[in-house]
């Protein structure tokens, strides 16, 4: 059973850079089946993409946030992991990990992990 | 960058009734990339339609989508009380970003 589960501190402080990590489990990030997506929401709104990572390394990221982003991946601990510097309080979101399948079908999220943006 | 616009905004409907939910994209769209996702309170969204029109593992059949080009649908054919949510469409193509609609909150009366 496939699993993704997202985990950082839930409160970063402005101008800091925010740092999360996903634990996938039940399937192997190296087997290059999939990208790996960083998607976010702000209480009551929509859904944000922030930028994918395949198992190479190879990235795509929002142009919105393409200048603060910076994704990585583990294969040995399998696990993807996102940076987000110089954050203000209109990044304050849920940030959801998510596999991204064959045309770009998002079939497995996380639970999701609450960041908030505060002094 | 493909913009997509749902509407309505919201839509209450009694369980039984049928509830048609639209997708417009800024720009002519390959199906294949068009999906529907579902998110009820403090849960992740969850796959409902991929390629416009097919149903994701475990989905049920009144679950319906449609539509090609800019105009996309989905159609829940008889609602049941635990359809009430919000539902996304997006769209992932060749180019970044990927994309999604701002969503259709579904009431159930």
């Known amino acids: 059973q496939v699993q993704l589960r997202e985990s950082g501190p839930g409160l970063v402080k402005p101008s800091q850079t925010l740092s999360l990590t996903c634990d996938v489990s039940?399937?192997?990030?190296?087997?290059?089946?999939?990208?790996w997506s960083w998607i976010r929401q702000p209480a009551g709104k929509g859904l944000e993409w922030i930028g994918r990572?395949?198992?190479?390394?190879?990235?795509n990221y929002n142009p919105s946030l393409k200048s603060r982003i910076n994704m990585s991946v583990d294969t040995s601990k399998n696990q993807v992991s996102l940076r987000l510097s110089s954050v203000t309080a209109a990044d304050t979101a849920v940030y959801y990990c998510?596999?991204?399948?064959?045309?770009?079908?998002?079939?497995?999220w996380g639970q999701g992990s609450l960041v908030t943006v505060s002094s | 960058e493909v913009v997509l616009t749902q509407s309505p905004g919201t839509l209450s409907l009694s369980p039984g009734e049928r509830a048609i939910l639209s997708c417009r994209a800024s720009?002519?769209?390959?199906?294949?990339?068009l999906g529907w996702y579902q998110q009820k309170p403090g849960q992740a969204p969850r796959v409902l339609i991929y390629?416009?029109?097919g149903r994701a593992t475990g989905i049920p059949d009144r679950f319906s989508g449609s539509g090609s080009g800019t105009d996309f649908t989905l159609t829940i054919s008889r609602l049941e009380p635990e359809d009430f949510g919000v539902y996304y469409c997006?769209?992932?193509?060749?180019?970044?970003?990927?994309?999604f609609g701002q969503g259709t909150r579904l009431e159930i009366k």
């Open positions: 998510a596999r991204e399948a064959t045309y770009g079908l998002f079939d497995k």
């Open positions: 039940g399937v192997s990030i190296s087997s290059g089946s999939y990208y």
């Open positions: 390629g416009a029109s």
């Open positions: 997006q769209h992932s193509g060749s180019s970044v970003p990927v994309t």
């Open positions: 990572i395949y198992a190479s390394g190879t990235t």
């Open positions: 720009q002519s769209v390959s199906s294949s990339f």
